[in-house]
């Protein structure tokens, strides 16, 4: 009859490879990865979701109306950002739109810093979880003023502001009908419907 091991077994976790930027770029360069595929994230290579027709139609419409309350030279759209310096060398985020606080021709290279930055954009669609913990504390350790999340699939904006030592002090949550005003554009007002069909 088998026996109950009585020992302790000590449990380890798998060996994980964590990636900096640096490798990320050799990785794409040598063909072993399709840099438009990942972003790198506290070391780790982070698939991106394939966008489905919901998440376009959001994309699209909020960034009509970024370009409109900013300016088409402040607004991008999927583009690489820096975070806090001590965590650049292994975290890139690529979020889905960027309100800057000056025209995007006057950075001719490299990233936007967090300092650059008056607004970043996620849209969520399966990835809500990782936007609201992983991505808002590494934006929030970065002192990115203010960070929205779409939540696509209850439709509505999860606003964060006021970031204090690695963590955001408000986090508020607009219904798809509440109207939210940028702080960089107090006059301006955004409603989540805004960002639906029907």
């Given at each position: 009859m088998p026996t109950i091991l009585a020992e302790a077994i000590e449990l380890h976790a798998p060996e994980r490879k964590l990636w900096t930027r640096g490798e990320f770029e050799r990785l794409g360069a040598a063909s072993l990865i399709d840099p438009e595929r990942f972003e790198l994230m506290d070391g780790e290579l982070i698939l991106k979701v394939s966008k489905h027709r919901p998440h376009v139609n959001a994309f699209s419409f909020l960034y009509l109306w970024l370009l409109r309350t900013f300016g088409d030279m402040a607004v991008n759209g999927e583009a690489p950002i820096d975070v806090h310096p001590s965590e650049n060398r292994v975290s890139e985020p690529v979020p889905d739109l960027i309100v800057l606080n000056r025209t995007f021709d006057s950075i001719p290279s490299g990233n936007p810093a967090p300092s650059d930055l008056n607004l970043v954009v996620e849209i969520s669609d399966t990835s809500?979880?990782?936007?609201?913990?992983?991505?808002?504390?590494?934006?929030?350790?970065?002192?990115?003023?203010?960070?929205?999340?779409?939540?696509?699939?209850?439709?509505?904006?999860?606003?964060?502001?006021?970031?204090?030592?690695?963590?955001?002090?408000?986090?508020?949550?607009?219904?798809e009908n509440e109207a939210i005003a940028p702080l960089a554009a107090p006059d301006?007002?955004?409603?989540?419907?805004?960002?639906?069909?029907?």
């Open positions: 809500l979880h990782f936007d609201l913990t992983t991505k808002a504390g590494v934006y929030a350790r970065a002192g990115i003023i203010e960070y929205w999340v779409l939540d696509i699939q209850t439709r509505r904006m999860i606003v964060h502001r006021d970031p204090v030592d690695g963590t955001y002090q408000s986090v508020l949550v607009y219904g301006a007002e955004f409603r989540p419907s805004q960002a639906f069909v029907g």
